[in-house]
């Protein structure tokens, strides 16, 4: 009897033992291959979680036979079910991929803000445009950044000049001077500048792109009024990146563009390079150009040398020469006679230089030093008028960044600095400008419980400025900025920011780009002002898993700025052609709400943008909408991805009717179009057809007036060039 009783607890523990088996998995980024420290398996139906660790690895004991359900998550990452049938048929790891969340879930880090939190815990508002959204936009317009910024709500891109395709960047219905363009945190695009930067600037070696809307200069100074735009680029890593692209358009253009980046040890390099031509494009036949015909070069190459670990030095040259000729088209092809004769044609040169050097300390607080020097020259020629001018300006600054668990500083000074010099001028007297900036700011963000942030700042700035004349100006601006957020749990956020602003006086903005800067006169410091300004944003949030392949993102968004006593052209000389810049008596107000929905199912996506703005000025308490601000846009999109296979997106945006200078009302008008990628293991072809209702100002009313020799254009609120597709190939190596 007890010989049978040892016998049968043997074979009890035997089977017993046997029945425990092990578990060993690798966890890896499905996109990059990269394994994910810090990723959790969670076996369903108990309490059992393993962390993985350095190397993605995690091991699970002691787990019986029968069917079992791993849950395995990462912050940023879809959730992943994994059901496995115990004992396993192999005894060797497993690796799982794990797919990231869109875009809209991720943890995103973000540098407008100088924080060093992610969006999630950044109580100001930031939009991010990622890299896949830019790969898309680079496929629908790869010369330049415009239909990158078009598809965002509260952002429209002002075309300045019927011929010439001049372009700016509007936010909230603000004149684009009020918009504060960036590149990795640097001012290169401001003033003189500013006016062709939008249409140089193109997608493919941009990383993402940020955007600040509402005042923004406690941050950055001066011209952040109605926002910052920061255009992040592409830095190197170990895995080589490199890629090219070719597109041709049925509107005659041709666009070459490479990127190369990577990292050799403690150096890294990108290169960017790119050709962009286009043939003079008159899709209307009026025998003007609605396209120019155009060429432009870029060359940005940028070295970073990893001294240590914790600290970084890089330098970086960005080089764009741009030739672009618009006008009568018997002109452009050289068949110019005595009554084809009007013409206007651009030549630009555009250099500057990025420094930064970044040293990392042991309790993670950062030291940072920036510095640039920027160079452009334009030179305007027109029918009887020549203008030109050169801008050299610089941006220098020191900062120190102290992270803590619930309390983070970051303090700096800067100093920024514009020259600009008319080289050329038809005008009775020359519109030199000097302006100085030096300013100092501190900003806190402060976790006061897990649910409830803070974020607080101070600008103090003082501005020197010099006129035509030699008459100098200083003024001290005291600059504050408050922002809460509160999480009222992990779906619903809720965002309150206001802040104050100001803008230096200067004669670049679009009034004076409509005219080719002809009979602009130089800013009078004796009668004109600094523009002041003070907005507030709100905004309430909902984020949300709804299961394994179900995200749905919906954010509204209010906001309201004011401008004091706004920069504008004195009435009684706008009759004579002629604009002398003055500080208005009354101010100028723009208020509105966005709605943005986006809602993905799997590979299916649905993108829901609308945006209202009443922007108007205010005077002795008569009222005036603000011209070329459309009341109403809606933006829609559907997407279906299969990823690293097929994209296929439909688009469709409505823009309701404007008002003109003159106080006439347009007619509204739809926009539709159609892009597919179809992508390979190296490579992949596109194509894009925009605008397929053909929707064309020219449609609706003549492109000039007059006779052709002196021909008057229109203010421009619709599309010009109407239906235009291209197709092309990119190559990844």
Known sequence: ????????????????????????????????????????????????????????????????????????????????????????????????????????????????????????????????????????????????????LTESTGIQTQQTSAVSGNTSIRIQGLDGKYTQLLKDGFPLYSGFSEGLSVMQIPPLDLKHVEVIKGSSSTLYGGGAIAGLINLVTKTPTDKRDFSLMANTTSAKGVDLNTFFGQRFGNVGVTIFASRNSQVAYDPNHDNFSDIPQNTLYNFNPKVFYYINPTATLSFGLNTSIES??????????????????????????????????????????VFSVKNSVSYFSRNLEMTGYHFGGQQVSSFSELSYLIPKERSEWIGGVNLWTDNFKETVTSFVQKRNSDQATLGGFVQNNYKITPSFIVESG???????????????????????????????SPRFTSRLSGGLGYKAPDIFNEESETQGFRNVMPINLGNVKPEKSAGVNFDINYKAMLSDEVTLSVNQFFFYTRLFHPLIANPALEARDTLDFVNAEGNINSRGWETNVKFRIDDFSIYFGYTFIDAYGSNSGQRAELPLTARNRLYFTPMYEIEKNLRIGYEVFYVSPQRLSSGEKTRDYWLMGISAEKLFKHWSFFMNFENILDSRQSRWQPMYTGNIQNPQFPEIWAPTDGFVYNAGLRIFL
């Open 324 to 365: 672009r000729l618009g006008g009568d088209m018997n002109v452009i092809n050289n068949n110019a006679d005595n009554v084809h004769t009007y013409f206007q044609r651009n030549k630009s040169d555009r250099y500057s230089t990025q420094l930064k050097f970044e040293k990392i300390f042991g309790n993670k607080s």
């Open 458 to 488: 101070v600008r103090l700035d003082y501005l020197s400025l010099r006129s035509p004349l030699y008459t100098t100006q200083s003024h001290i601006f005291f600059l504050p900025r408050l922002s809460l957020m509160y999480k009222f």
């Open 1 to 148: 009897m007890k010989t049978i009783f040892i016998v049968i607890v043997a074979v009890f523990v035997s089977v017993t033992i046997h029945a425990q088996n092990k578990f060993t998995t690798i966890i890896k980024d499905k996109e990059t291959g990269e394994t994910l420290p810090g990723a959790s398996v969670a076996l369903k139906g108990t309490t059992t979680v393993v962390v993985a660790d350095a190397n993605g690895r995690v091991e699970f004991q002691n787990i019986s036979n029968g069917e079992h359900v791993f849950e395995i998550s990462s912050i940023g990452y879809r959730l992943l079910s994994l059901t496995l049938l115990f004992p396993l048929s192999s005894v060797e790891d497993l690796t799982v991929f794990l797919r990231p969340e869109s875009e809209e879930m991720q943890e995103v880090q973000v540098t407008a803000t100088r924080s060093s939190r992610t969006i999630a815990d950044i109580p100001t508002r930031i939009e991010t445009i990622s890299g896949g959204e830019l790969d898309e936009k680079a496929g629908m317009q790869s010369a330049n950044i415009k239909m990158v």
